[in-house]
């Protein structure tokens, strides 16, 4: 996988650093929060858009977020959608449709820190996609990018992109924004980027989602990868300026990943009071790869109380 080993190396750095910080929070005295991950198929961005592929377009476009109409449902849907009734013409026997993990927020005065918890996967029938038993990441995103304060991690999923219905075979188009492309159309943006000039313009005002991803294995240290989805066909791992590690208990994941609020980063979001973040969860599990995994609704983050769904709590 791209960038696997650069960011192999740079997490093992951080392993020992990121054991210290996190054992200053005391989880306990937070309490979860259950987030119901749920899978996809082949719903890009441009399938929700598309009202003759679903029924909830035209009042997205008109301004209701996803979450609006899908919150409580994401069980039921990850269901439909896993055993191949929709949206998946390769459902694989023994995957479950949804995950719900246990998402706890905390900072210090230097770092925020998520907590993420959730039961492992029964092994299904697919075959190993990717060396990690599991994969979680976080993307961690701000108003300048609109379709993610709208759809979350759909701003980023498009129907070209690797495995996706519209993907030419053996394409490796990964993610990308909107905006970096001239225009989209029900096929997704292809490779029509707008020119570089008007494309470093957007990413230096901040057009970008950012992610943090611990990939996990049973005998071996968390690895941790972070870096940031704007134009490209590969995400780029910048960091890892985030840090993760990892427990399994009782055929639980338990995994903490974090960062220090404000990094001054050109490719990382300042985490800052007097703003509203997004936040959008996803895991790959059982050695899963691309649109194999499972998925949140948008949420959102904030350090100021009462302004968002998940509020850190300070240690
Ligand atoms: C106005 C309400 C509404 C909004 C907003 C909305 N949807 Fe839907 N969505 C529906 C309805 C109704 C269905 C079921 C029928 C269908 O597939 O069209 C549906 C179906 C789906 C399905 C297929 C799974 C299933 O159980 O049928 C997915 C996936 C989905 N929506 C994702 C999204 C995403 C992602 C967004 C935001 C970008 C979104 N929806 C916004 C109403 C909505």
């Known amino acids: 996988m791209h960038s696997f080993s650069r960011a ?3 997490a093992a750095l951080l392993l020992a650093l990121g054991s210290s910080q996190a054992a200053a929070v005391d989880w306990s005295s937070v309490s979860p929060k259950t987030v119901t991950l749920f899978y996809p198929g082949q719903a890009s ?21 996803c979450k609006q109409c899908h919150s409580g449902e994401e069980r039921e849907m990850g269901q439909r959608i896993v055993t191949g009734q929709k949206l998946e013409p390769r459902p694989i026997a023994g995957k479950r449709g949804s995950i719900p993990v246990d998402v706890r927020f905390a900072r210090d005065a230097e770092r925020l ?8 996967a029964q092994p299904s029938e697919a075959p190993r996609m990717n060396p990690a038993a599991a994969k979680v990441t976080m993307m961690l995103s701000d108003a300048t990018v609109v379709e993610a304060t709208r759809a979350g991690c759909w701003s980023v999923c498009h129907d070209d992109a690797a495995d996706m219905a519209s993907a030419a075979p053996g394409s490796t ?47 071996a240290p968390a690895v941790t990868a972070d870096g940031y989805i704007f134009a490209d066909h590969e995400e780029k791992v910048v960091g890892p300026l985030a840090s993760a590690e990892a427990n399994f208990e009782n055929g639980r994941w338990i995994v903490v990943l974090s960062r220090k609020l404000a990094v001054g980063s050109p490719t990382h ?38 302004a968002a769904d998940f509020v850190p709590a300070a240690q």
Do not use: C
Request: net charge neutral; aromatic share 12%.
């Open 45 to 65: 961005w441009e399938w929700v858009l598309t009202p003759s592929d679903h029924s909830g377009a035209q009042r997205f476009r008109e301004g209701k977020n």
């Open 269 to 306: 979001k300042d985490i800052v009071p007097g703003k509203v973040f997004n936040v959008g969860f996803a895991i790959h599990d059982d050695y899963a790869d691309h649109r194999f995994h499972h998925v949140s609704l948008e949420h959102t983050l904030s350090l100021d109380p009462g």
């Open 173 to 219: 188009r990964h993610k990308y924004l909107p905006k970096s492309r001239q225009a989209l159309s029900r096929s997704g943006g292809g490779d029509a980027l707008k020119p570089a000039q008007e494309l470093e313009r957007l990413a230096a005002s901040g057009m970008f989602l950012e992610y943090w991803q611990a990939r996990l294995a049973h005998n």
């Open 8 to 10: 192999s190396a740079g």
């Open 113 to 120: 820190f998520v907590r993420l918890e959730w039961p492992e």
